[in-house]
């Protein structure tokens, strides 16, 4: 049986053609739109979606590509963060709802950035956990401390190779990344690092798509935007670890860039924060909704 977030009901929401989107819902009142990481599904909101869901509709898909979601072909702009941020303004659509707070990590925090940016009016709020947007990491990457991002390389290289890779060694790639990246491996049960292992080894193709545009026709669309000097003009909150000082940028400069009404924090848990530290990350989503 598959795990699902409990007290939430699961829908398969169209938002293209021939492209259906496994989402959870849960709870009432103002809405929040949760957006999973890289290697996860919906599931790794499981804490914070059922605390939010108290006094919020609390709405939860798999991206594209990911978990049970439609897995569509790579064809021009298919895994663009553009296209992907289109698919969380038809889900919420579909629910009802013009407009919505987007909370956000790692990958979906990339394209949460893409759908406000895109969509300022439909965003009320926005977060974004311990990521930077797509232009600053790869200025971020580079000399010897580019090395803690080789799966952004690896994945950013022409059809054919990385996706042999990784589907050879699946477990042993993904699982690496969910040992690495967190400080609390109690904080990811083994059934739930087993469905993460198991919804990514069925995953390949559309996950390196993702990434691989994120070197290519994500980069466009947000240097666009850097150079016409477009902002968030939401409130906007961002947790991270402390790893920019080891990588030799500021991040709290970088995001204001970005977002002039930011609050941003730092946190003592690993990458998969909202499993590791939930209250922490409920707490910062509480003070980010009545700024």
């Known amino acids: 049986m598959s795990l ?12 293209a053609d021939g492209v259906d989107l496994n989402t959870a819902v849960g709870g009432s009142g103002s809405p929040i739109v949760l957006l999973h990481g890289f290697p996860q599904t919906h599931l790794m909101w499981r804490h914070v979606a059922a605390a939010l869901a108290e006094d919020h509709t609390v709405i939860v898909p798999d991206l594209r590509g990911y978990g ?5 072909a790579d064809v021009g702009e298919t895994y663009s963060k553009r296209t992907m941020g ?11 709802h013009e407009r919505f707070a987007l909370v956000s990590h790692d990958r979906g925090a990339l394209v949460a950035f ?5 969509h300022p009016d439909a965003v009320t709020h926005a977060a974004f956990l311990d990521v930077l947007p797509t ?4 200025d971020a990457m580079h000399g010897v401390s580019a090395a803690v991002g080789f799966h952004l390389f690896l994945m950013a290289q022409p059809v054919g190779l990385p996706e042999t890779m990784i589907e050879n060694s699946a477990d042993d790639f993904f ?11 109690d904080a990811i049960p083994e059934e739930y690092r087993r469905a993460y292992l198991d919804a990514s080894a ?21 240097q666009a935007d850097a150079d016409l000097g477009t902002q968030l003009s939401m409130p906007v909150s961002v947790v991270q670890q402390d790893w920019g000082a ?16 930011l609050a941003h924090y730092t946190t003592d848990a690993g990458h998969f924060m909202a499993e590791e530290s939930p209250a922490e990350i409920e707490a910062v989503i509480q003070e980010l909704l009545v700024r």
């Not at 232009?135 to 790869?138: G, N, P, R, V």
């Not at 080891?246 to 009404?261: E, F, H, I, V």
């Open 175 to 185: 699982g690496y990344f969910l040992d690495l990246w967190t400080k609390n491996p």
């Open 202 to 222: 069925a995953a390949v193709p559309s996950i390196v798509a993702d990434y691989r545009a994120t070197a290519s026709i994500d980069v466009a669309h947000d």
């Open 114 to 118: 893409r759908t406000a940016m895109d």
């Open 68 to 72: 049970a979601s439609d897995k569509p």
């Open 135 to 138: 232009l600053d990491t790869w």
């Open 86 to 96: 289109a698919d969380v303004i038809a889900i919420a659509r579909a629910l009802g």
């Open 4 to 15: 699902t977030i409990p007290n939430f009901e699961y829908h398969r929401i169209p938002v």
């Open 246 to 261: 080891a990588l030799g940028y500021d991040a709290t400069a970088l995001w204001k860039r970005w977002a002039p009404n």
